[in-house]
């Protein structure tokens, strides 16, 4: 027996369902590509949680609106990393640009075989993994 561990962390995906079901507009992507809720405006309708293939969004109890993982966007514009990369024990978890082979995130996706969550959704997710087992995927 063995167990496995797969948070359930928002991908961030470039073709977001949770945006085009809101019915409000409160879930969009910014220009730096990570999905936000603007709980302003939500109205808590959860669209965006069934439209999830990824189970990563939630009512908060507190605000009754959608909330989920935002990669720390607050640090992230302050060119920090998320705070699950900076307290990572063992670096499991890295953050960088995508596209740029010049940036390790951006060498490892293009020299590593890395797998996404869900491939089929055609949601273009952006959290990426390193041997996945088949049971997850």
């Not at 730096?32 to 939630?58: M, N, S, T, W």
Request: charged share 25%.
């Amino acid at each position: 027996d063995r167990s496995l561990f797969v948070p359930k962390l928002c991908k961030h995906c470039k073709e977001p369902n949770c945006v085009q079901v809101c019915p409000v507009g409160a879930t969009y992507v910014s220009r730096q590509g990570v999905v936000l809720v603007d709980e302003k405006h939500c109205v808590g309708c959860g669209y965006c949680i069934q439209a999830c293939p990824y189970g990563a969004r939630f009512i908060n109890p507190k605000t009754h609106v959608a909330d989920k993982c935002t990669w720390c966007y607050h640090r992230v514009l302050k060119g920090l990393k998320p705070a699950c990369v900076t307290v990572c024990p063992v670096g499991a978890r890295q953050f960088g640009k995508v596209n740029d082979p010049n940036d390790p995130v951006g060498k490892l996706i293009k020299e590593a075989r890395l797998q996404v969550l869900k491939p089929e959704m055609g949601n273009q997710p952006m959290v990426f993994y390193n041997g996945l087992d088949k049971e997850v995927r």
